[in-house]
């Protein structure tokens, strides 16, 4: 049955999937949390149903229904699933505990050898950058969404004047790893991420992502030998473990936010 219902959205509709939270079933961990709408009458739950929300794709006079996916869920997605491919190429073809590559011990032809290892190196290559851009660009989504419309960030600058931030010149002018440890743990009251040892990762995160996005050089290649160190992974799982460590903060407070995909909890 569709039913139309006021959401964080405003006026949609969706799917009733069922009547209580503990019949709900996760089909995609991509997609938004349903709303639960509870029917109370002097204090007692006389009803309650769980609502998917539903979006539609216009083609012409042919409408497209579907489950709208999280945002932040999306981005997540891509960016774990690039991870576990470019771990299992280094743990089945790269591992130097595992393989010898200097050329005198191929018993291949050598142009061949060193074509077949370059293919390698590049699927690595474009797997690692594929999950730390999209691992960036979640952070960058999550610290956006995060921000109330009616928040402004009062920053005192190099000259000794205060300057007010609302909401948009926020998201415009701050930079991310300002937002990630100052305004989101106002916003949420959680602890200092800055003392989390995940912090660590994501500044190797943001210069990694810059040198990708903002390259200078089309001959400057030596970046790429960073992603052959041993704490690659772990830099691009950074923004997972940052998003959450917030939501742990929160959740810790019984406080619930449908800005969270599944990915998280």
């Keep these: 049955m569709k039913k139309e219902s006021k959401n964080r959205t405003g006026k949609t509709f969706g799917l009733v999937f069922c009547v209580y939270p503990e019949q709900y079933k996760i089909f995609d961990y ?144 701050i930079p991310l790893r300002e937002k990630l440890s100052i305004i989101l743990p106002e916003i949420y009251q959680t602890k200092k991420l800055k003392s989390q040892k995940c912090w660590s990762y994501y500044i190797k995160l943001e210069t990694y992502r810059h040198n990708i996005i903002h390259q200078k050089s089309i001959k400057r290649t030596e970046f790429y030998k960073n992603y052959f160190k041993t704490d690659i992974f772990k830099i691009c799982q950074s923004g997972e473990d940052i998003i959450k460590f917030f939501y742990q903060q929160h959740s810790e407070k019984n406080k619930t936010n449908p800005l969270w995909p599944w990915l998280i909890n």
């Design 30 to 173: 991509r997609i938004n949390k349903p709303i639960c709408i509870k029917k109370i009458e002097n204090g007692i739950e006389e009803g309650s149903m769980i609502l998917q929300e539903l979006d539609q794709i216009t083609f012409g006079k042919n409408n497209l229904l579907y489950f709208p996916p999280n945002n932040v869920g999306v981005l997540l997605s891509i960016s774990r699933g690039s991870l576990e491919e470019a771990k299992n190429i280094f743990e089945y073809k790269i591992d130097p505990k595992k393989f010898e590559y200097p050329l005198n011990n191929s018993k291949d032809d050598h142009k061949q050898f060193l074509i077949e290892k370059s293919k390698i190196i590049c699927d690595f290559i474009e797997k690692i950058q594929i999950s730390i851009v999209f691992s960036y660009t979640a952070l960058e989504t999550f610290s956006n969404l995060s921000i109330p419309e009616n928040y402004v960030y009062k920053k005192i600058s190099d000259k000794g004047v205060a300057e007010l931030y609302n909401k948009k010149t926020i998201e415009r002018w």
